[in-house]
């Protein structure tokens, strides 16, 4: 299934003195539906990018708490055609827990944060995707991007997830706001550090109090604002700590 897709658009210009318009031919984001059933019962629909559908289910389970390991996943199918997808699990109940300490050092932080925007080639095309990493140290592990900014965090968390990979020392960069529901997928995750090019809320900030969670936002050229743990003395030797 492509991704992308073509359509004809009006461009309209204005200066000062004139006004002028030009038809062109945009590159356009393909927009893909995939109905979930869950245990043989519908579910939800998730409007993504068609790719890594696998991983974004996935991702979905273990972010919101639904499973805690790929054991817990008795049996699943995807009909690409169809736009279904069937997952039997064995559904748990987990509980968000305090996330383990982990170092913030800007030096890493702010080139990874700025890579973020030049690694999606879709939205250099469309100027429609949200873009997500999980790193760990200044390493990239995992990528993706989709038309919406959860899917997209799903994705590169499912990816690893399916691949066996613990998140105690990982952090997850997007390019998307931090709403309290990226953050409880963060700490269901275990992943201790979100970064992002724009800002949390303040429910996101509470529950990085309760959970541990560090927090960053307008993570921009050379600079950021760190929202949890709030330390001056840390930035001492350009580290925080």
Avoid: W
Wanted: proline letters at 4%; glycine letters at 6%; one cysteine or more.
């Amino acid at each position: 299934m492509e991704q992308l897709t073509h359509s004809p658009a009006l461009r309209y210009y204005a200066t000062e003195t004139t006004v002028q318009t030009e038809f062109l031919t945009e590159t356009i984001l393909s927009e893909y539906t995939l109905t979930l059933y869950l245990n043989g019962t519908l579910y939800q629909n998730f409007h993504c990018i068609p790719e890594a559908l696998e991983e974004l289910i996935l991702g979905h389970l273990y972010t919101s708490g639904m499973i805690g390991s790929m054991e817990d996943v008795i049996s699943y199918s995807i009909d690409r055609t169809m736009g279904t997808a069937y997952f039997d699990i064995k559904k748990q109940d987990r509980k968000m827990k305090r996330l383990s300490d982990i170092a913030i050092h800007p030096e890493e932080i702010l080139p990874l944060s700025n890579k973020l925007l030049t690694t999606s080639k879709v939205f250099e095309k469309t100027g429609n995707v949200h873009s997500v990493m999980l790193c760990r140290g200044g390493t990239v592990l995992y990528f993706s991007e989709d038309v919406d900014r959860y899917h997209a965090f799903e994705k590169t968390v499912g990816k690893a997830f399916k691949d066996g990979v613990s998140f105690d020392t990982t952090s997850i960069y997007t390019t998307g706001r931090i709403p309290s529901q990226i953050a409880t997928k963060a700490i269901f995750a275990g992943i201790p550090m979100i970064v992002s090019r724009s800002a949390p809320t303040d429910l996101t900030i509470a529950l990085a109090k309760d959970y541990h969670l560090t927090v960053i936002g307008f993570a921009r050229g050379e600079r950021m604002n760190v929202y949890y743990p709030l330390s001056p003395q840390a930035f001492n030797n350009e580290k925080l700590v």
